[in-house]
């Protein structure tokens, strides 16, 4: 069966262990200091040739704090009419920069990045609409620099291992998937869950990680329908997506920033059905069922918090100077924003973003 999206390079080194060095030392710049970037910059102090070498905020005691907990030797914050993160990707010592911004900044911190000659990783949603994901791929490309979108769930044992599953025809051809990811959001209109400029909204938080199961099951849609609905804001509270196939087979994909979901993944196929256990964008377990044979589970370990096993591709690919991840690669980024552009204009989702274009 096809694969949908490939193995990382680390899985086919003989120990496969995320906590390996693979070669030098690679040094880090992390802009923003909010939740995911604090989570990335635990997972990224395991591995023994990464380092944190500055951090930049608006805020400079912001930034200081986040320097000192854990290690960064700068700190950048806003001075005047120069932001810290121009002040950072300008530091020659640093060697990638992680955009951990809320969405509707990817475009502007990620461009000034590789416009400085840096590599770049930048959390998912990779940017707010597909014309500013063409531009910083069409950029990475012209200056040969490594590019990634943070879609960590791509690299974890599960998510592969439930792949490997898809692809060795144990549950036959698949015929449909269904997956959900959901929580009450507190609703705070400052937060950026809320905040039409940030990007706020579930699809671009949530839905990428229901994607990624039809994605990796299915590959990308012949087309699709989407539901949902908007507050006063414009912002999405939820969503259901039902892609289509040409050979009809279907994927049924729920995202809630108001309701507690099961946030589990199902992939039904013509001899069986494979099931996520834990959380559906880092599975704790897979339970299996051939027909109406006996179910097994098969248990998986994770290193950290699981964003290890992304932060070792990022390192090695810019060890080796390659520019484009074969397991996140600049296409897959480019077409997860048309198709969300196309569920944003059924929907009536708009961001200033898209005014620029």
């Not at 010592?93 to 840096?118: C, F, S």
């Not at 699809?203 to 299915?218: E, K, S």
Request: net charge negative; aromatic share 8%.
């Amino acid at each position: 069966m096809t694969r949908h999206i490939q193995r990382p390079w680390l899985s086919l080194q003989s120990t496969g262990d995320p906590l390996e060095p693979t070669g030098r030392t690679v040094r880090w710049g992390v802009v923003a200091t909010g939740g995911i970037a604090r989570t990335v910059a635990r997972d990224l102090a395991l591995l023994p040739d990464a380092a944190l070498h500055a951090v930049s905020s608006r805020v400079h005691d912001r930034a200081l704090a986040f320097a000192r907990e854990f290690g960064a030797l700068r700190a950048y914050s806003d001075e005047g009419s120069r932001p810290g993160y121009v002040q950072l990707v300008e530091d020659p010592d640093v060697d990638v920069v992680y955009v951990a911004t809320p969405h509707g900044q990817h475009h502007e911190v990620a461009r000034a990045a590789l416009e400085a000659g840096k590599n770049v990783l930048v959390e998912k949603a990779f940017t707010v609409n597909a014309h500013e994901a063409q531009d910083l791929v069409g950029l990475a490309e012209a200056k040969g620099l490594f590019l990634m979108e943070a879609m960590w769930s791509r690299f974890v044992p599960g998510m592969l291992r439930a792949f490997d599953i898809i692809e060795s025809g144990e549950i036959g051809a698949v015929q449909w998937v269904s997956a959900d990811l959901g929580f009450p959001a507190p609703k705070d209109p400052t937060s950026r869950l809320w905040d039409v400029p940030a990007g706020g909204g579930a699809l671009l938080d949530l839905t990428v990680y229901p994607l990624l199961w039809a994605v990796g099951a299915l590959g990308f849609p012949d087309s699709l329908t989407a539901v949902g609905k908007l507050n006063d804001a414009g912002v999405d509270e939820q969503n259901v997506l039902t892609l289509s196939y040409s050979d009809g087979q279907l994927a049924s994909l729920i995202s809630s920033l108001v309701a507690h979901g099961p946030r589990t993944a199902t992939v039904a196929g013509t001899e069986g059905v494979l099931t996520s256990v834990g959380s559906v964008n880092n599975p704790s377990e897979l339970v299996v069922r051939r027909g109406w044979d006996p179910a097994r589970t098969e248990k998986i370990e994770v290193v950290g918090r699981g964003y290890v096993y992304e932060l070792r591709e990022v390192v090695r690919c810019v060890q080796q100077g390659v520019s484009e991840s074969p397991t996140m690669p600049w296409g897959h980024s480019v077409d997860t924003m048309r198709l969300f552009d196309g569920v944003r204009r059924q929907l009536g989702i708009s961001y200033p973003n898209d005014e620029r274009d």
